[in-house]
């Protein structure tokens, strides 16, 4: 498949310009022309510069913030598409291809797949059948429902349970965090309950967990 379309145009993505430079010299030799780079945050528009025919994205997706970035760039650029993450098979591929990426591939994919892949997007084929498309996807549903649920309550907390949550995230403890705010280990330890009370976990251990899960996405 490699090699099959001749002047094949391609804009690219990445979390890194060190990543920008690497791939865009891997692809000039590969005769495939790079039209255009720009990060994983920028505006869209930026990749459509010298018309490319498709993109490729390179990125990690270690937090949700990043994966909405992500996602809204791919959604933006309204291009077919190959993303390339080290983000492992399952729901966060299906984010991916529900925002409009046409194939997602594991970050260390072979030159050829990866060429095989970009030509397959310009030509419009998509990169994954339809029964590996509805799996993805109905993982990233059952992630994305978690995640929203999570959400929902750290935002039952008060601006101070809120506070505590974090700096036991941070790994503080009680004591230093009664000595931050000048107030009592007891009334600390109130919050502490009233945290585990509202995520209806048993342990200061299953609340930060909760809590990592709000703010990244769960890779296992």
């Known amino acids: 498949m490699a090699g099959s379309t001749p002047g094949l145009r391609v804009a690219v993505s990445a979390d890194e310009t060190m990543t920008l430079d ?11 022309t790079v039209t255009a780079t720009a990060a994983t945050d920028a505006d ?14 390179v990125t990690d997706l270690d937090h949700w913030s990043h994966l909405d970035r992500v996602c809204a760039l791919v959604g ?17 591929w299906g984010a991916l291809l529900e925002a409009g990426s046409v194939t997602v ?8 797949t990866i060429e095989g892949a970009l030509r397959d997007a310009a030509e419009n084929r998509p990169g994954h059948s339809p029964a590996e498309t509805e799996g993805l996807l109905a993982q990233w549903h059952l992630m ?7 959400r929902r309550l750290v935002g039952s907390l008060t601006s101070r349970e ?15 965090i009664a000595a ?4 009592a280990q007891a009334t600390v330890r109130s919050q502490v309950k009233a945290i585990l009370r509202k995520f209806e976990v048993g342990s200061q251990l299953a609340a930060v967990a909760a809590y990592d899960r709000c703010l990244r996405p769960t890779t296992s």
Request: no cysteine; proline share 5%.
């Open 144 to 150: 994305r429902d978690e995640r929203d649920r999570m």
């Open 105 to 112: 591939l594991a970050a260390d994919a072979d030159s050829d």
């Open 44 to 57: 869209p528009v930026a990749l459509l510069d010298g018309d490319p025919a498709t993109w490729l994205m």
């Open 22 to 32: 690497a791939v865009r010299v891997a692809l000039d030799e590969r005769g495939i």
């Open 180 to 183: 931050r705010f000048g107030v």
């Open 162 to 176: 809120h506070e505590v949550l974090e700096l036991l995230y941070e790994g503080v403890t009680v004591a230093e």
């Open 76 to 92: 933006g650029v309204r291009l077919p598409g190959v993303v390339l993450t080290t983000a492992p098979r399952g729901g966060l």
